[in-house]
């Protein structure tokens, strides 16, 4: 049986416990499922969207584990690109060996039982990447899109609209 961690507000660490983690039901995702990472030696890639679901303002963050059986069907694929159809064990394995892991998520269509939950646990706060992958080191974009309602947003876009950026 594959292991997963699921990432979610820390706040909803308790109810997640005693009913499971519900479906995402969104009509404007094109893939309604559960976001999911395949638990892997490198700790950083398990966790890599952490920082980013952050961003959201969504206050600490917990990982929450379970497992699901290796022939269960899930979607999987980088950020940017189409998803794909695959095994469970089979997305474990893409993701595991990929030379560029980070970026990569997984979609499971369908609830998660409570009995399904492994561990509930707290995270650091500071694991994974902002904005995308590959970003440590760049200039963010200043442009009003980008930087809205986030922190230092003013002084950036100044930058930007001043042509310095």
């Known amino acids: 049986m594959a292991m997963f961690v699921h990432l979610a507000p820390a706040k909803s660490s308790a109810k997640i416990r005693r009913n499971g983690i519900n479906r995402l039901r969104k009509k404007s995702v094109p893939t309604p499922g559960i976001y999911a990472m395949p638990v892997v030696r490198n700790f950083f890639v398990s966790h890599q969207w952490l920082r980013e679901l952050k961003r959201s303002g969504a206050g600490p963050i917990a990982g929450v584990y379970f497992r699901i059986a290796d022939d269960q069907e899930v979607w999987v694929a980088h950020y940017r690109n189409a998803h794909q159809r695959m095994t469970a064990a089979e997305a474990a394995g893409v993701i595991m060996h990929s030379e560029e ?27 994974g990447w902002r904005y995308f992958p590959g970003a440590h080191g760049r200039k963010p974009c200043g442009c009003p899109y980008c930087q809205r309602s986030m922190y230092g947003a003013k002084k950036l876009r100044r930058a930007y609209e001043g042509g310095r950026n």
């Not at 892991?101 to 694991?127: D, K, N």
Request: proline share 7%.
């Open 101 to 127: 892991p980070e970026g990569f998520e997984v979609i499971i269509p369908r609830a998660i039982a409570a009995s399904e939950i492994h561990r509930i646990r707290t995270l650091r706060q500071v694991i």
